[in-house]
């Protein structure tokens, strides 16, 4: 029906907003595909039928069966603003605020959900015209197999003829340097030893090389040099860890399931899936084997069925989706299609694929062989699945709703890969079917998207940059005969991960040195020509690990259940084994970019951000490596400064330092000891009680609240503590102690001298008791404010209070004659003039408010944490 209060809407406005969103629209791969999967389904199976161009009158003049159509809106003007959801009439409708929509019954939540997540993001919607026809018809393109690159099987190429001779290590250069030359480029100088090392070390196993082994490495001068260092770190069991997190991306690892109502949030035994990824990796499992494990672990033969079905995590592991089986099967099928082939089949859920020769029937072919699976009952810790004793004879779901079924389709692979005469799955669900079709030699895309995610890890960037879709919107490889000659190679080394990777770092071109060259740089900016290295930042795992490694603390220990790496006392196991929460991802891995666990990851992104160096200055984490990396006895016992700083290099940064380096820390360390013995000024804030003199109205004593719970601080972990009885101080408020020689106290010291002015609100909630005192009171005798308060609230407001640097300005909060109902809320804002020289001027006692201070950190630890925030550390090269 329509509105009963249509808004006139300008046209010009209409234009002007149009265009900003014109403009606005490279939407990234991911934000497309989260309109794929989340908005446009419920588009087509709650909305077209009202709001779209099948009805020659739309309802309340709305369409939203395109893009321009939707920032349209209809008689009531726009139904969303970009970016801002709460502003928009759609989410109102659909909160069923103002208008109900749809109509026949809200959403659920999660799905009203993900359209505030959507215009948050900007509202990213590819449906650049409106179809004129929505009756089952693909509303994009079709491509035919024979048509695109990536359905081809690939072609062992000729090696192709290069005028330097002398450079390449490898067939593998002399494909690189084909397409160098005709450029006119030449390949950039080796890196040095202690730079290819490090390397090295990075990409093969996560950690930093010792001094040691750098020495080594540089003293042997032997041809065979750089290969017994390949052989040495593939062979360590930390390389499984270093290759497992990757695969761990791919498979969209958590320790939990996200939001599951009231059960029970935890995957017990997910820690089983992660140690059977790394162990597979180290044991250099072949993928074909490792593919089929994750698929089909209970029914590939494997002699230890128990290891078997917690290769099965890869399948199982997901998000819970509320437990709605629809949604966890169309994770399945997405983790598995994108991550094991670089294809985007759930697209294909609602409607035939837009771009790529998918039809909604193959997608439902799949669907059919996860709903004939269940996951064991009878072990609630089991990973795997189990065939259903009867398969599932799947339909079509009519624009993806389950209550609309459509044409029955056989249980088989894609088309677009097992051809037109493909025979139907004939055992049980199809699983293990499926996954040899998958793992087969004669799928055009599967050790093609392997081999490019593992050379993307190696060089900082695929072949092809979309890893996890090799379909017809993906650009074509930057060098493609030499992925086809990397793939074929792969299997006929038994798609062995470990002779895959030993085979590109002995290559030339992975070992050129990564300086820029200007002449080039402006040319080819991206590097896609591969004529020097990437330079690359440690991720979040590595930069961790590398904290712990140099300060002798890490943990070598393989597998196990997982820990909080966030709280005190630090754990110092590899990162690999820090619980990873999906619905409350710590900040701290947010901020390193670290995987998102709620769905597969094609890559991660990288931001440089100041959160980043501000963890490294402030985390309680690092300060508390930086003390132990002093202490190591081969630190701590060297007496000379300079002596010291050396080995301080040759610890952190596997090198000597240069004189200017050297002398630059010997002058910091002797200013900063200076500088250390002066007397620490107090704190801004400070929490505590005391005694409140009520005949000389001055506070005669102040005296630090001795515990902190995290939110409050207060006498001791009771309440009230056996000695204070009730005074306590929050963020927001608190409650005096049981008589005036414990009345609570909020104290702030003045950074400089000037004029303060507060602002203020005190309140008492009850009517019961006789409520509380409150008084300002300025170096411990000034009475400047002075209110009480009973069931009621009151501002507390000074003005032009006179203080000189040090000077204390104390908030203080006593229980009158009856201690009871005492709790109180009591907000200060502080502002001096003039500014202070350095620092704030403006201070709130709510957003201020905090536990205790860390210790502070000694000369020698700051400049060792100093060292530990170089870029030199956090990069690899």
Same mark, same amino acid.
């Given at each position: 029906?329509?509105?009963?209060?249509?808004?006139?809407?300008?046209?010009?406005?209409?234009?002007?907003?149009?265009?900003?969103?014109?403009?606005?629209?490279?939407?990234?791969?991911?934000?497309?595909?989260?309109?794929?999967?989340?908005?446009?389904?419920?588009?087509? @199976?709650?909305?077209?039928?009202?709001?779209?161009?099948?009805?020659?009158?739309?309802?309340?003049?709305?369409?939203?069966?395109?893009?321009?159509?939707?920032?349209?809106?209809?008689?009531?003007?726009?139904?969303?603003?970009?970016?801002?959801?709460?502003?928009?009439?759609?989410?109102?409708?659909?909160?069923?605020?103002?208008?109900?929509?749809?109509?026949?019954?809200?959403?659920?939540?999660? =799905?009203?959900?993900?359209?505030?997540?959507?215009?948050?993001?900007?509202?990213?919607?590819?449906?650049?015209?409106?179809?004129?026809?929505?009756?089952?018809?693909?509303?994009?393109?079709?491509?035919?197999?024979?048509?695109?690159?990536?359905?081809?099987?690939?072609?062992?190429?000729?090696?192709?003829?290069?005028?330097?001779?002398?450079?390449?290590?490898? &067939?593998?250069?002399?494909?690189?340097?084909? *397409?160098?030359?005709?450029?006119?480029?030449? %390949?950039? %100088?080796?890196?040095?030893?202690?730079?290819?090392?490090?390397?090295?070390?990075?990409?093969?196993?996560?950690?930093?090389?010792?001094?040691?082994?750098?020495?080594?490495?540089?003293?042997?001068?032997?041809?065979?040099?750089?290969?017994?260092?390949?052989?040495?770190?593939?062979?360590?069991?930390?390389?499984?860890?270093?290759?497992?997190?990757?695969?761990?991306?791919?498979?969209?690892?958590?320790?939990?399931?996200?939001?599951?109502?009231?059960?029970?949030?935890?995957?017990?035994?997910?820690?089983?899936?992660?140690?059977?990824?790394?162990?597979?990796?180290?044991?250099?499992?072949?993928?074909?084997?490792?593919?089929?494990?994750?698929?089909?672990?209970?029914?590939? @033969?494997?002699?230890?069925?128990?290891?078997?079905? &917690?290769?099965?995590?890869?399948?199982?592991?997901?998000?819970?989706?509320? !437990?709605?089986?629809?949604?966890?099967?169309?994770?399945?099928?997405?983790?598995?299609?994108?991550?094991?082939?670089?294809?985007?089949?759930?697209?294909?859920?609602?409607?035939?694929?837009?771009?790529?020769?998918?039809?909604?029937?193959?997608?439902?072919?799949?669907?059919?062989?996860?709903?004939?699976?269940?996951?064991?009952?009878?072990?609630?810790?089991?990973?795997?699945?189990?065939?259903?004793?009867?398969?599932?004879?799947?339909?079509?779901?009519?624009?993806?709703?389950?209550?609309?079924?459509?044409?029955?389709?056989?249980?088989?692979?894609?088309?677009?890969?097992?051809?037109?005469?493909?025979?139907?799955?004939?055992?049980?669900?199809?699983?293990?079917?499926?996954?040899?079709?998958?793992? !087969?030699?004669?799928?055009?895309?599967?050790?093609?998207?392997?081999?490019?995610?593992?050379?993307?890890?190696?060089?900082?960037?695929?072949?092809?940059?979309?890893?996890?879709?090799?379909?017809?919107?993906?650009?074509?490889?930057?060098?493609?005969?030499?992925?086809?000659?990397?793939?074929?190679?792969?299997?006929?080394?038994?798609?062995?991960?470990?002779?895959?990777?030993?085979?590109?770092?002995?290559?030339?071109?992975?070992?050129?040195?990564?300086?820029?060259?200007?002449?080039?740089?402006?040319?080819?900016?991206?590097? *896609?020509?591969?004529?020097?290295?990437?330079?690359?930042?440690?991720?979040?795992?590595?930069?961790?690990?590398?904290?712990?490694?140099?300060?002798?603390?890490?943990?070598?220990?393989?597998?196990?259940?997982?820990?909080?790496?966030?709280?005190?006392?630090?754990?110092?196991?590899?990162?690999?084994?820090?619980?990873?929460? *999906?619905?409350?991802?710590?900040?701290?891995?947010?901020?390193?970019?670290?995987?998102?666990?709620?769905?597969?990851?094609?890559?991660?992104?990288? =931001?440089?951000?100041?959160?980043?160096?501000?963890?490294?200055?402030?985390?309680?984490?690092?300060?508390?490596?930086?003390?132990?990396?002093?202490?190591?006895?081969?630190?701590?016992?060297? @007496?000379?400064?300079?002596?010291?700083?050396?080995?301080?290099?040759?610890?952190?940064?596997?090198?000597?330092?240069?004189?200017?380096?050297?002398?630059?820390?010997?002058?910091?360390?002797?200013?900063?000891?200076?500088?250390?013995?002066? %007397?620490?000024?107090?704190?801004?804030?400070?929490?505590?009680?005391?005694?409140?003199?009520?005949? &000389?109205?001055?506070?005669?004593?102040?005296?630090?609240?001795?515990?902190?719970?995290?939110?409050?601080?207060?006498?001791?972990?009771?309440?009230?503590?056996?000695?204070?009885?009730?005074?306590?101080?929050?963020?927001?408020?608190?409650?005096?102690? !049981?008589?005036?020689?414990?009345?609570?106290?909020?104290?702030?010291?003045?950074?400089?001298? @000037?004029?303060?002015?507060? *602002?203020?609100?005190?309140?008492?909630? =009850?009517?019961?008791?006789?409520?509380?005192?409150?008084?300002?009171?300025?170096?411990?005798?000034?009475?400047?404010?002075?209110?009480?308060?009973?069931?009621?609230?009151?501002?507390?407001?000074?003005?032009?209070?006179?203080?000189?640097?040090?000077?204390?300005?104390?908030?203080?909060?006593?229980?009158?004659?009856?201690?009871?109902?005492?709790?109180?809320k009591w907000s200060v804002a502080l502002e001096l003039d003039p500014k202070p020289e350095s620092g704030s001027a403006r201070?709130?006692?709510?957003?201020?408010?905090?536990?205790?201070?860390?210790?502070?950190?000694?000369?020698?630890?700051?400049?060792?944490?100093?060292?530990?925030?170089?870029?030199?550390?956090?990069?690899?090269?």
């Amino acid at each position: 029906m329509r509105s009963r209060f249509a808004l006139p809407l300008a046209t010009t406005c209409l234009c002007i907003a149009l265009a900003d969103w014109v403009h606005a629209t490279d939407w990234s791969r991911e934000q497309v595909e989260f309109f794929e999967a989340k908005i446009r389904p419920v588009l087509v @199976g709650r909305c077209y039928e009202c709001h779209s161009a099948k009805k020659a009158d739309p309802d309340a003049g709305l369409r939203l069966d395109s893009a321009p159509a939707v920032l349209r809106g209809g008689d009531s003007g726009p139904v969303l603003v970009p970016g801002k959801p709460e502003e928009s009439l759609l989410v109102e409708a659909l909160r069923y605020e103002s208008y109900e929509m749809p109509p026949d019954g809200k959403l659920d939540e999660a =799905t009203v959900a993900d359209f505030v997540r959507w215009i948050e993001m900007g509202a990213p919607d590819p449906r650049n015209a409106a179809p004129e026809d929505m009756q089952g018809k693909p509303d994009g393109v079709s491509v035919s197999a024979q048509d695109h690159w990536a359905f081809k099987p690939p072609v062992r190429p000729e090696l192709p003829e290069v005028k330097d001779a002398s450079w390449p290590k490898s &067939e593998i250069d002399r494909f690189i340097l084909a *397409r160098l030359e005709p450029e006119g480029f030449a %390949p950039s %100088p080796p890196a040095n030893r202690r730079t290819l090392l490090r390397r090295l070390s990075y990409d093969l196993i996560g950690l930093p090389p010792t001094m040691a082994e750098v020495e080594e490495y540089e003293s042997d001068q032997s041809a065979q040099a750089t290969e017994r260092q390949v052989d040495r770190l593939l062979a360590s069991p930390h390389f499984g860890e270093r290759w497992g997190r990757h695969w761990l991306d791919v498979a969209r690892y958590s320790d939990t399931k996200g939001y599951v109502f009231q059960e029970s949030r935890e995957y017990e035994k997910a820690y089983t899936y992660r140690d059977w990824v790394v162990q597979a990796f180290n044991n250099d499992m072949s993928y074909r084997q490792f593919v089929l494990c994750q698929i089909a672990g209970d029914q590939v @033969g494997n002699s230890d069925a128990k290891k078997s079905l &917690e290769a099965m995590g890869f399948l199982t592991l997901g998000r819970r989706f509320l !437990n709605r089986q629809h949604d966890i099967i169309d994770d399945r099928i997405d983790v598995m299609t994108r991550g094991m082939m670089g294809l985007t089949v759930a697209c294909a859920r609602c409607h035939d694929h837009k771009y790529d020769p998918i039809p909604t029937a193959d997608y439902y072919s799949l669907y059919g062989v996860f709903a004939s699976c269940d996951e064991p009952r009878d072990d609630a810790n089991s990973l795997g699945l189990v065939d259903k004793p009867t398969p599932v004879e799947p339909h079509i779901f009519l624009r993806g709703n389950p209550a609309s079924r459509g044409d029955r389709v056989p249980r088989q692979f894609l088309e677009v890969l097992g051809g037109k005469d493909r025979r139907p799955f004939e055992n049980g669900s199809g699983r293990l079917e499926l996954a040899e079709a998958i793992a !087969n030699e004669a799928n055009p895309l599967t050790a093609r998207v392997w081999v490019n995610r593992v050379w993307g890890h190696l060089f900082g960037q695929g072949l092809v940059d979309t890893p996890s879709d090799f379909g017809v919107r993906s650009d074509p490889p930057s060098h493609p005969e030499l992925l086809d000659w990397l793939a074929l190679q792969f299997i006929e080394d038994g798609w062995s991960t470990k002779s895959l990777i030993r085979r590109i770092v002995l290559s030339s071109v992975y070992q050129q040195a990564s300086d820029d060259r200007s002449e080039w740089l402006d040319v080819d900016p991206e590097n *896609r020509l591969l004529w020097k290295a990437n330079r690359r930042r440690l991720d979040f795992e590595s930069l961790r690990d590398s904290v712990l490694a140099v300060a002798g603390r890490l943990d070598k220990t393989i597998g196990g259940p997982p820990v909080q790496l966030g709280q005190s006392p630090f754990p110092a196991r590899r990162t690999l084994y820090g619980k990873v929460e *999906r619905q409350n991802l710590p900040g701290m891995f947010r901020t390193f970019d670290f995987a998102n666990p709620d769905a597969h990851v094609p890559k991660r992104y990288e =931001t440089v951000v100041p959160q980043q160096a501000l963890f490294m200055m402030n985390s309680p984490f690092v300060m508390e490596q930086a003390e132990y990396l002093i202490a190591l006895p081969a630190v701590a016992g060297q @007496g000379e400064t300079a002596e010291r700083i050396r080995t301080l290099y040759r610890v952190v940064l596997a090198r000597e330092p240069d004189e200017g380096e050297l002398a630059v820390g010997v002058r910091y360390l002797a200013d900063a000891s200076k500088m250390a013995d002066e %007397p620490a000024s107090d704190p801004i804030w400070q929490y505590g009680y005391g005694r409140l003199d009520e005949a &000389e109205r001055r506070l005669a004593s102040f005296t630090s609240l001795p515990h902190f719970t995290g939110t409050s601080w207060q006498g001791g972990p009771e309440t009230p503590d056996p000695k204070l009885g009730w005074v306590i101080l929050s963020a927001e408020g608190g409650h005096p102690g !049981n008589d005036h020689d414990h009345a609570a106290v909020r104290r702030w010291s003045a950074p400089s001298s @000037g004029i303060v002015t507060v *602002r203020g609100n005190l309140q008492h909630d =009850t009517d019961q008791g006789d409520g509380v005192r409150a008084l300002v009171i300025v170096g411990g005798s000034q009475v400047e404010g002075d209110w009480t308060v009973h069931n009621q609230k009151v501002a507390t407001n000074v003005e032009r209070l006179s203080v000189e640097l040090g000077d204390t300005i104390d908030f203080v909060i006593d229980c009158r004659t009856n201690p009871g109902w005492d709790g109180f809320k009591w907000s200060v804002a502080l502002e001096l003039d003039p500014k202070p020289e350095s620092g704030s001027a403006r201070w709130d006692s709510k957003t201020d408010f905090r536990g205790p201070l860390p210790k502070p950190l000694d000369v020698w630890s700051r400049y060792t944490q100093a060292l530990l925030m170089t870029n030199e550390f956090a990069y690899i090269d």
